[in-house]
């Protein structure tokens, strides 16, 4: 079932299927007034794709972390990895912003980033690099056997593409955030290429449905 406000959702999805780790794009763009304000006029509805399904990793406080929430809270996920300089760099901040927008109106959210290097990004390393973004946001690693299941419930594909003097190793990989709910059935999904604002006010209209 197509949606406006899926649709909405997705409208710039195009401008953020990958990266090469060096290109952020342009930044913000906003979808046009007119159009996300017809869209959350109208009552969300079901993506017209199946995507996500169960994981179990292991948070960056060592805590076993499911796709549910354990205090019941709507997540925003994002698949990616600590230090990237490219797309995360804008999604995470993003998430963060967003996050901190929705609570102050009193809708509780986690911010979770799910690795795609998990030789990188351990229990010990990604609490210390999230920080420097957010507090708000929580790491997600594990096993190779229980990360594939989650890639592959969200089906994320990402490449190693070469390994930079400063960053480390720098992957293509999608950039989609999902909006999951507390049980984490995935609700939609979004750019990182909106203004904080615009993605509260998506995601306010799921949670209030």
């Given amino acids: 079932m197509r949606g406006k406000l899926a649709a909405a959702a997705c409208l710039l999805a195009g401008a953020a299927l990958a990266h090469d780790g060096e290109d952020h794009g342009p930044g913000a763009k906003a979808v046009p007034d007119d159009k996300l304000s017809a869209a959350l006029k109208d009552a969300p509805t079901a993506l017209p794709w199946e995507v996500g399904g169960p994981f179990e990793l292991t948070d960056h406080m060592g805590r076993t972390r499911t796709q549910a929430d354990p205090d019941g809270r709507h997540q925003l996920l994002f698949f990616g990895y600590a230090n990237c300089p490219g797309i995360c760099s804008a999604a995470l901040p993003l998430m963060a912003d967003a996050v901190a927008a929705l ?44 990360l594939k299941m989650a890639y592959e419930a969200f089906q994320v594909e990402f490449e190693h593409l070469f390994d930079d003097p400063e960053h480390g190793p720098i992957y293509s990989h999608g950039s989609f955030i999902y909006v999951l709910d507390p049980a984490g059935e995935v609700l939609t999904q979004l750019p990182p290429v909106l203004p904080p604002e615009q993605v509260s006010a998506i995601v306010r209209k799921y949670v209030e449905g």
């Fill in 103 to 146: 609570e102050a109106e009193g809708v509780e959210m986690s911010a979770l980033l799910v690795t795609i290097d998990p030789k990188l990004d351990t229990v010990e390393t990604m609490g210390p690099s999230l920080s420097e973004v957010s507090d708000e946001l929580l790491g997600l690693t594990g096993t190779p056997e229980a």
